[in-house]
């Protein structure tokens, strides 16, 4: 199995920066993807970004320009660098993982992003 630990939530002003970290472990190996998801209390689980396994990445239109996805394969880490935050950026960010072959998906249990004006 994998496990997802995320890090790196907190309270900013608007303008500033967050960096948010995914740490996987366990059977990591066969991962295709990760990336960022957020969810916004009554709003639906959008993609931030992704990154695949590859290199290639994909983000949300509201984030381009403002964030950056990076993998630290050494540490089985995905990083979401979040800068010039917005009030709208205010969510709940949850790490997700891909699996080949099964497309088998794991999920962290969600960090608090919150942007203050």
């Known amino acids: 199995q994998v496990q997802l630990v995320e890090s790196g939530g907190g309270l900013v002003q608007a303008g500033g920066s967050l960096t948010l970290s995914c740490a996987a472990s366990?059977?990591?190996?066969?991962?295709?993807?990760m990336g960022w998801y957020r969810q916004a209390p009554g709003k639906q689980r959008d993609l931030v970004a992704r990154i695949t396994s590859g290199g290639s990445t994909n983000y949300a239109d509201s984030v381009k320009g403002r964030f950056t996805i990076s993998i630290d394969n050494a540490k089985n880490t995905a990083v979401l660098q979040m800068n010039s935050l917005k009030p709208e950026d205010t969510s709940v960010y949850y790490c997700?993982?891909?699996?080949?072959?099964?497309?088998?998906?794991?999920w962290g249990q969600g960090t608090q992003v919150t942007v203050s004006s």
């Open positions: 997700y993982a891909r699996k080949g072959l099964l497309n088998t998906d794991y």
């Open positions: 366990g059977s990591v190996f066969g991962i295709n993807f």
